[in-house]
């Protein structure tokens, strides 16, 4: 079990907040729950990680999966970055193409999850009040004019609800986050929709950058130079696709390792796939050891 520290944190229902958490390995059971449940989006699945592998947040004990969505976007990143280090390891190697338009060649980049810098909030909220630019006013239907917003920051169910929609329409993405997180225009208490839609481009760059800087940061911006072209380019990092992904890759193995372990200990296989990737390891190292030593009795 390891033990870690959010950059957010969630309020209980007393109002403390809990930031500490502890962190169980994944087991065969929750790599082989994220391979069939492939064409399921990445929000939900991370969801499903968190709630199973996340065994407290401070005092919340067990977690929920209303818990795990509930988490701030960041937290979320966190876990997984987490996840994907106590599963694999702290090193991550992958290829992209070079995104200058005359180029494009394959770049191989690498670097340590350890060293991704994080960036903890200072304002726990879970509200945010801010004032709007003069120019960035809403202005209601009988003129008049309210520049105080009020707002919760995303989090994993607005990521679930949102995500799909962001290969459809990017702009209705964001005025559907928008109408989540927005709790007050003005007087206005959990505005309508159609007031959000009036929101001038001006008023939304606003709160977004607000939600910004009030917000913990995982920062997954890899910046490399192409050897090619001997250009800078900077590669945003899909993290939760990206280890999801390995697991994928990988699910064949997991099968023939329960298979080996099944043939020589005679174990079921529920006992094998309760097993983290780690002890599954350490077995089959133990059992290709001993095979050695008694090939070479002979």
């Known amino acids: 079990m390891e033990t870690y520290r959010l ?40 969801t499903t990680v968190i709630s199973r592998c996340l065994k407290r947040l401070g005092s ?29 390891g702290a090193d991550v190697r992958f290829t992209v193409s070079c995104p200058w338009p005359d180029c494009g060649e394959p770049v191989d980049l690498e670097f340590s999850t350890r060293n991704v810098s994080i960036k903890e909030s200072r304002d726990k909220g879970p509200f945010y009040s801010m004032e709007l630019s ?44 928008l109408e989540r997180c927005i709790q007050d225009i003005g007087p206005v208490k959990n505005p309508p929709g159609e007031m959000i ?7 939304r760059m606003e709160i977004e950058k607000q939600m910004t800087a009030v917000a913990p940061y995982v920062d997954l911006d890899i910046q490399s130079d192409c050897p090619e072209c001997q250009r800078r380019f900077t590669v945003p990092f899909d993290l939760q696709d990206f280890f999801f992904g390995e697991l ?9 390792q329960v298979h080996y372990l099944a043939y020589h200990y005679h174990w079921s296989e529920h006992e094998i796939m309760e097993m983290t990737r780690e002890k599954r390891h350490k077995y089959i190292e133990i059992l290709a050891d001993e095979i050695e030593r008694l090939n070479n009795a002979l």
């Open 7 to 46: 950059p957010g944190g969630c309020l209980d229902d007393k109002g403390e907040l809990n930031q500490e958490v502890e962190l169980a390995p994944l087991t065969g059971k929750e790599e082989e729950l994220l391979v069939q449940n492939t064409g399921k989006e990445s929000a939900s699945l991370v």
């Open 60 to 88: 919340i004990e067990p977690v929920s999966e209303e818990v795990a969505r509930n988490l701030l976007v960041a937290d979320r990143q966190y876990l997984i970055l987490k996840f994907r280090e106590i599963t694999f």
């Open 134 to 177: 003069g120019k960035a006013a809403y202005e209601s239907d009988n003129g008049k004019h309210y520049r105080k917003i009020v707002f919760r920051l995303p989090n994993g169910s607005d990521q679930e609800t949102v995500s799909p929609l962001l290969y459809e329409n990017e702009a209705g993405a964001l005025t559907t986050l």
């Open 197 to 203: 839609h009036k929101l001038s481009p001006l008023a």
């Open 248 to 256: 994928r890759t990988s699910i064949d193995l997991l099968y023939r």
